[in-house]
């Protein structure tokens, strides 16, 4: 088992990151001012964007987004202003044709994605009580897709794409009923990365309280 290289004093941050359904595209009506997301779930428009929305739509038809880099007009950052705030209740309006990453900053590329397939899906992470136990819920099914495994089940309206073992190292000892605390201790990984997949998992309903 490989242990992820983190001290107290230079510890690896965690990235959550948004991007559209693949084949999802993104453009402008004929009088140019409402957005059409055109996809597998069908035709979303979204009337009189703002300029930072019309951005960050742009940016995740091409691919994952840390939507707290996305500027504003003047060149400021969106985040802690208002134009983040308008840009994730748009998405949240549109959640069912958003992915939802977790990212590492360690450059290995991204651990898991929440990946929606009902068109009332909404994602929403999850912070798990530390002393409550959780296991997978009793209907999840795990199977191999490509270099990766995928984490679904059928009542739910997300599935979990697992792209590096860390996040399988979280789904293995859910297993069993456990605690996020015993979690923690338990896996030589960060703190906020193992509760950060924990959520995830919960946000998509792969989780259940276990008594």
């Known amino acids: 088992m490989t242990v992820i290289p983190a001290t107290e004093d230079s510890p690896l941050r965690v990235h959550h990151l ?14 140019g001012r409402t957005l059409v997301l055109s996809g597998p779930q069908g035709t ?3 009337e009189d964007p703002a300029p930072a929305v019309a951005e960050a ?3 995740m038809e091409l691919g ?7 500027e504003q007009p ?15 209740s748009v998405l949240r309006g549109i959640s069912h044709v958003v992915i939802r990453t977790l990212s590492l900053e360690d450059f290995k590329g991204p651990v898991l994605s929440v990946v929606p397939v009902g068109r009332t899906a909404s994602f929403s992470l999850v912070r798990l009580s530390a002393q409550r136990r959780v296991r997978l819920r009793p209907t999840v099914t795990i199977t191999v897709r490509g270099d990766g495994f995928l984490v679904q089940c059928r009542s739910q309206e997300h599935r979990v794409e697992i792209h590096r073992p860390e996040a399988m190292w979280v ?5 069993w009923p456990m605690t996020p605390d015993a979690m923690v201790e338990s896996l030589p990984l960060p703190a906020e990365l193992t509760l950060a997949i924990l959520g995830y998992l919960a946000g998509a309903g792969m989780t259940v309280a276990a008594g």
């Open 18 to 31: 948004w991007s559209l359904l693949e084949d999802t595209a993104v453009g402008w009506d004929e009088e």
């Open 44 to 46: 979303e428009r979204v």
């Open 57 to 59: 739509l742009r940016r």
């Open 64 to 70: 994952p987004v840390l939507l707290a880099n996305l």
């Open 74 to 88: 003047d060149g400021a950052t969106a985040a802690g202003h208002d134009t983040y705030t308008v840009v994730l």
């Open 171 to 175: 789904v293995s000892l859910l297993a």
